[in-house]
């Protein structure tokens, strides 16, 4: 059984910007929560960003942009969160460290959690390819991640480890 790290809107804990979750209902994700120790975690809200809040999104960039200091988390509102999002990526990787996590899967789209699409940064729903900062964190860090949207992929890659 692996220890899997799951974003916590996910699971049903209403942690997302404006208040709600994203809990998938699929034989897949079933499949995941049934069988493996999942450890909750939500990046934003570890790092001290309230419930509801301004949704914010990177600008002029992606997560590793971020990371190396060549990009910014701003809400819609202009106020800078980069160090808040920086901070949700580190506290993911520690937790990742204490627990011996290998496998996450993150909420896709997201500006922390998103690993193969994020919100473009302008606010319109409109995405562009690349993962948020918590991801970015993760993947420098050879956790490997997959979105609500993966988990059959997280499972060839489980099999393939047994
Ligand atoms: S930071 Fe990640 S876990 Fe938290 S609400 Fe956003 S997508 Fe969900």
């Known amino acids: 059984m692996a220890k899997i790290l ?3 809107c996910l699971l049903g804990c209403k942690v997302r910007y404006n208040g709600s979750d994203l809990k998938p209902s699929n034989n897949d994700f079933n499949w995941l929560i049934k069988n493996h120790e999942i450890v909750s975690f939500c990046p934003e809200v570890s790092a001290g960003l309230a419930i509801p809040r301004v949704p914010a999104e990177i600008q002029c960039g992606v997560g590793q942009d971020v990371l190396s200091g060549n990009a910014n988390v701003l809400n819609s509102d202009g106020l800078n969160l980069t160090d808040k999002f920086l901070l949700g990526a580190q506290l993911a990787l520690q937790k990742c460290k204490q627990e011996n996590i290998e496998f996450a899967v993150l909420t896709e789209y997201s500006p922390s959690c998103g690993s193969n699409s994020i919100y473009n940064g302008d606010f319109s729903a409109k995405k562009k390819v ?3 900062v918590t991801t ?3 993947k420098k860090h ?3 991640v997959y ?3 993966q988990v059959h992929l997280l499972q060839l890659a489980l099999n393939k480890e047994c």
Request: net charge neutral.
């Open 130 to 132: 690349g993962n948020g």
């Open 136 to 138: 970015a964190m993760l």
């Open 6 to 8: 799951v974003s916590a």
């Open 142 to 144: 050879n956790v490997q």
């Open 147 to 149: 979105s609500q949207h």
